[in-house]
């Protein structure tokens, strides 16, 4: 967790973890977002509407009933994280602290489990705990994923050393696009391109 942003960059240059879910979707996004200025019209797009509805809807989960099954002693709700140490920035749904003397992340999904841990699950809560830790001063060791389409069921993720390391380096990774300005490679997913709001000006 004493991992540092290695790249340079100035104290006022954030990222949001939003950010580098999209960058791992694929690298272009960011350039197009932030070297290019030009809007992905979110709006439009199926899954973000089920997420905006997926953040409206959290608010009818049994919350008291997962804090128990958990081990939470004490929790804040819709937190937004600001680490200048590691040059990020946003919102989770909730921070938990338990017995344990740890604190964890736990994001709620509109997603169905599907017998694994998506990768950008996985670095989501890694990015979240690396802001909690620097906020809070508390070990991150788990986080949580609630996918609320599989009967709000929720999901350990275990953080290693190394999920943080590779979360820092996306982190980085970011940050020299904004910094340097280069086109990227694209995702070798193409099958990503397809309702993809940039795919009419992607190269």
Do not use: W
């Not at 128990?68 to 680490?83: D, I, N, T």
């Not at 999904?109 to 001063?137: C, N, P, V, W």
């Amino acid at each position: 967790m004493s991992v540092a942003v290695e790249t340079e960059v100035e104290a006022e240059v954030f990222i949001t973890v939003s950010d580098v879910m999209e960058y791992l979707f694929c690298p272009r996004f960011i350039y197009f977002m932030h070297c290019l200025g030009i809007p992905q019209h979110e709006e439009r797009r199926y899954k973000v509407l089920k997420g905006r509805a997926l953040h409206d809807a959290r608010e009818t989960v049994n919350r008291e009933y997962l804090r128990k099954k958990l081990q939470c002693v004490r929790k804040e709700l819709a937190v937004y994280l600001v680490s200048q140490k590691y040059h990020l920035k946003g919102e989770v749904d909730e921070v938990l602290f338990l017995k344990d003397g740890t604190a964890a992340p736990l994001d709620y999904k509109f997603a169905e489990y599907k017998e694994h841990l998506y990768r950008t699950h996985r670095y989501q809560s890694a990015l979240y705990g690396l802001m909690i830790a620097d906020t809070y001063g508390v070990a991150v060791k788990r986080g949580f994923v609630c996918y609320t389409r599989s009967n709000h069921l929720v999901k350990e993720v275990n953080l290693s050393a190394r999920d943080f390391e590779r979360a820092i380096a996306q982190v980085n990774e970011v940050l020299a696009i904004l910094q340097q300005g280069f086109y990227p490679e694209g995702t070798k997913y193409k099958t990503r391109c397809v309702d993809c709001t940039y795919r009419n000006i992607c190269g």
